[in-house]
């Protein structure tokens, strides 16, 4: 198993995530505990000595499982992370009460890594709303050892990040987004990390393998892959990519299976970044990939100007075409609804009124009202 230094750690360049644990009878809620048990197994004996959860994983569950196998084993054999669930803005005014359910429910003392959960547009404000004390909660907590390392977690863009990090960031010691090879320009994450890098802030990665979409390529792009490491699968192509960034320090993986467990820990008994040419043919492949289904918008602006709606179309767009693709790839799509409820109803896709003024100016020639149309009716669907 690769290490990495953090601080005074060694961490498994590896970690567990539990939000896509194995469930039974294909109900998220009830995840098959003995199956998780020798994955668990597998993984520490293998070196894994990270796992992550959350208090909303698998319907709340996801803690209590974690933290009755992990409770198996010593203290000091694992680090385990976790999350303050600011995804619901019903829980801003409940840091402590939450706190304290989740050492209950994970069985621990002390957090070795815990979260301000998803950091994003709807919930910023909340967040840096000094009345709900969230962090002066969790930065006591931290004072006394119930907390050893306190970070973020970001799927917000890089200005709520910017804005997160003008407030706290002197006091995060880690962030984690998702990053991936099609995420690299398609959600900017290129730029995410640039600003986590002049903050001098670690970078743990989320979906690595973008929900499994990336673990299969079209049979002319694995042909290419392997056309250079023949002996490299297609998934494991997607951790070389992060092997590659030496910003990254942790890759969590939301293993379903053993089978997932085992190859993962196999790719990662070894460091093999990419070359130059190696990186440029994966990121042209992602670049693919995104083109067969995302609007070519390239944020003119000439459309804004032409709305009487005033609407901000190359945003809206840019959502869009994450909703399609990830719709598309058979996951489940959170982050342009969560985006687009921070805005008010009169700048949603749905205040569109189809005058076409914009496509008039489109130099790409986008059917714009098209898209929005489209747009609205799958958030209402």
Same mark, same amino acid.
């Given at each position: ?19 896509r ?141 910017k804005?997160?990090?003008?407030a ?68 494991a ?7 590659t ?42 670049d693919?990939?995104?083109? $067969?289904?995302?609007?070519? /918008?390239?944020? %003119?602006r000439? @459309?804004?100007?032409? =709305? +009487? *709606?005033?609407?901000? &179309? ?32 009169? $700048?949603?896709?749905?205040? /569109?009124?189809? %005058?076409?003024? @914009?496509?008039?100016? =489109? +130099? *790409?020639?986008?059917? &714009? ?13």
């Amino acid at each position: 198993m690769i290490y990495k230094n953090f601080q005074n750690l060694k961490l498994s360049a590896l970690g567990m995530g539990a939000m896509r644990l194995p469930v039974i009878d294909g109900n998220d809620a009830l995840i098959d505990e003995a199956a998780v048990a020798k994955m668990a197994a597998y993984a520490l004996q293998c070196g894994v000595n990270y796992f992550d959860t959350a208090w909303g994983y698998h319907g709340g569950n996801s803690e209590i499982v974690m933290g009755e196998i992990l409770s198996q084993y010593p203290r000091d054999s694992f680090y385990l992370a976790t999350k303050f669930p600011g995804y619901d803005l019903a829980n801003m005014d409940k840091a402590e009460a939450i706190f304290e359910k989740q050492l209950e429910k994970c069985r621990v003392d002390f957090f070795d890594f815990y979260m301000f959960h998803n950091v994003c547009e709807m919930n910023i404000d909340a967040y840096l709303d000094l009345k709900y004390g969230i962090f002066d909660c969790l930065k006591k907590k931290k004072e006394t050892g119930r907390i050893r390392h306190l970070g973020f977690s970001a799927h917000g863009n890089c200005d709520v990040m910017k804005r997160f990090l003008e407030a706290y960031g002197e006091h995060m010691e880690f962030c984690q987004i998702q990053l991936n090879y099609l995420d690299w320009t398609f959600q900017d994450a290129q730029a995410k990390i640039a600003l986590l890098n002049e903050y001098h802030i670690p970078v743990w990665v989320m979906e690595p393998l973008r929900g499994g979409s990336l673990a299969s390529l079209p049979p002319e792009n694995a042909a290419q892959l392997k056309a250079l490491r023949p002996d490299e699968a297609v998934p494991a192509w997607a951790f070389r990519f992060l092997q590659t960034m030496p910003e990254v320090t942790m890759i969590l993986s939301g293993m379903s299976n053993m089978e997932q467990v085992r190859d993962n820990s196999s790719t990662f008994k070894t460091e093999k970044p990419l070359n130059r040419k190696e990186l440029d043919l994966l990121l042209d492949i992602a670049d693919g990939m995104v083109k $067969k289904i995302a609007l070519p /918008c390239t944020a %003119c602006r000439y @459309c804004v100007s032409h =709305c +009487p *709606q005033k609407l901000e &179309i190359p945003n809206l767009l840019k959502l869009y075409n994450e909703h399609c693709f990830t719709v598309n790839a058979g996951r489940f799509a959170f982050i342009a609804p969560m985006a687009l409820s921070s805005m008010p109803e009169d $700048k949603r896709p749905a205040a /569109c009124i189809g %005058c076409k003024s @914009c496509e008039a100016v =489109c +130099p *790409q020639s986008i059917k &714009i009202s098209q898209a929005l149309a489209d747009f609205a009716a799958r958030l209402s669907a």
